[in-house]
């Protein structure tokens, strides 16, 4: 069997595509299909439409990256944050099923837009949330149900510096982390500081400490980021060099040592007023709650 390679051009404004690597051309039942769609603005900047332009199909799936999946032949999606996406079409014909994608750039965010997770994090406006004053709002164990370690009531005065701190969500799609001039160094799984070079004692700190520390750790104290939402996913991504939720040392899938550009966190519960997110960060998971007044 020969294999084909399709690359595809929209001049639309704003509207761009990419090549999708080869796929086989023919089966035993008939050739596959030759995919192609069409995307074409909608009405407002965050919709569009997207129609199937291949011939004899009987079955067309869409994956819309960030917003989830569609099926038919002709179907519009409302994409409300700026940025650019990827759109991948799955058409089938006797012969079997073939794909191709393309990218859908929106230009603005929409103003109107507040629902499901993005609602429940922000309010709408802005929405400030701490980790939870409670047992357990620090847990580390090697799966959701078993526990290595957790915070006991009595550590939510130890650690003051690390509970008074602010996880703030704006409508706008800005996220602030608010340390409120302060910030719990934390430890190793056999109590010595992490990073082992930051030059601190284990506990708590003034913030101005993060200046004075070696490499770029300084990333790690107050500052300003931006964040997405996928409530497909269940995920939480924070954007920015530094952004973090519930412990600095934590990324999107291991115990970090250096600040990061952007982590993701895996969302088991999001209501009005509490909030518990999770990372596999390898040998284990850690878990974090977090509650909204």
Known sequence: MKFLKFCFFISLIGIFSSCEPAIEDHTLLGDLPNPS????????????????????????????????????EDVTTTISFMGTYDVTMTTFNQGGHASVTKQVVVTQDDPNACFGYFELLTGCSE?????????????????????????NAGDVDTRACHFNDEYIFRADGEYEYDNKGDFWADS?????????????????QTSDAWQTT???YAEWDSGVYTF?????AN??????LGA?????????????????SSITYN??????NRMVLWVNFGPGVWRFTFTSN
């Open 244 to 260: 973090w939720m519930g412990l600095y040392k934590v990324g999107s899938d291991a115990e970090v040592s250096t600040p990061q």
């Open 228 to 232: 997405t939402a996928n409530d497909a």
């Open 214 to 216: 070696p490499g770029n």
């Open 188 to 204: 190793d799984a056999n109590g010595n500081i992490f990073p082992a070079d930051l030059g601190l004692t284990v506990g708590c």
């Open 127 to 151: 929405k400030v949330w701490k980790l939870a004053a409670e047992e357990g709002a620090l847990f580390v164990g090697p799966d959701l149900d078993n526990l290595w370690w957790q915070n």
């Open 267 to 272: 969302v088991l519960e999001l209501t009005e």
């Open 235 to 240: 995920q939480l991504t924070i954007n920015g």
């Open 37 to 72: 769609f069409d995307i074409i603005q909608g009405s407002t900047p965050n919709e569009f439409r997207l129609v199937n332009t291949t011939p004899d199909v009987f079955l067309t799936q869409w994956e819309i990256q960030d917003q989830g999946s569609l099926e038919g």
